[in-house]
């Protein structure tokens, strides 16, 4: 049930773009995204609660398609402190809140 | 104290050593959580709290136990601790389920 995260991990040069998808075999009732630095705890970046919703945040944006059972981050024109791990986490109905963590996207982007 | 705080940083355990490590919150959060972290694996629910005076087990929760006995703590114990539960654990709260999380620094927890 732990989602599938692709790619595994992407090198990027400053200003580049990324795409990370997160795709889940279950019905979804929400996706959401957290970084995590090297060292550090992960940190939120965003929740999207509805099929076909999409959010920004700064240069980073997602989507979420509810009927595929899949959630897209796009990392706009990327900048150096994007490097981290991303991680989706998935709510499923009825699972009372609960994630279930993809294995992450290791994200370097190099100068 | 600001936002959520773990304690130890990192231990290191003898197998079959009883060990709590604790999880503090001063945002008034009513949900609280446990993650382990291992390498490949991701982040996966070891015990989770709704509100003060409940939990419940996520993913992983054999070998481990939680209370919550009021809104800001929420420990986590090894009974009897085995080297499988090498690992960093993350205690994480939110304001409500399903919202966003919290993390806490991390404890690395080392059984031999």
């Known amino acids: 049930q732990q989602p599938v995260q692709s790619p595994q991990a992407v090198i990027l040069r400053e200003g580049e773009d990324a795409v990370i998808n997160c795709s889940s075999s279950?019905?979804?009732?929400?996706v959401h995204w957290y970084r995590q630095k090297h060292g550090e705890a992960p940190v939120f970046l965003m929740i999207?609660?509805?099929?076909?919703e999409q959010k920004g945040h700064d240069k980073i944006s997602a989507s979420f398609n509810e009927k595929k059972q899949q959630s897209s981050l796009y990392l706009t024109a990327s900048q150096l402190s994007y490097s981290g791990t991303y991680f989706c986490?998935?709510?499923?109905?009825?699972?009372?809140?609960?994630?279930?963590f993809g294995k992450g996207t290791k994200l370097s982007v190099k100068p | 104290i600001a936002g959520i705080t773990q304690a130890p940083t990192s231990q290191i355990l003898a197998a079959g050593r009883r060990m709590t490590l604790r999880c503090t919150q001063d945002?008034?959060?009513?949900?609280m959580y446990w993650y382990r972290q291992d390498l490949g694996l991701g982040l996966r629910l070891i015990h989770y709290?709704?509100?003060?005076?409940?939990?419940g087990k996520g993913e992983v929760p054999d070998g481990y136990s939680v209370s919550r006995a009021n809104t800001d703590d929420f420990p986590l114990t090894l009974a009897s601790a085995v080297p499988s539960q090498t690992s960093v654990y993350f205690c994480?709260?939110?304001?409500?389920?399903?919202?966003?999380?919290?993390f806490g620094p991390g404890t690395r927890l080392t059984v031999l």
């Open positions: 994480a709260s939110s304001g409500d389920m399903g919202h966003e999380q919290f």
């Open positions: 279950k019905a979804l009732y929400s």
């Open positions: 999207l609660l509805k099929g076909g």
């Open positions: 986490g998935t709510e499923r109905g009825g699972s009372q809140g609960n994630l279930i």
């Open positions: 945002m008034r959060h009513n949900a």
């Open positions: 709290s709704n509100t003060a005076g409940t939990t």
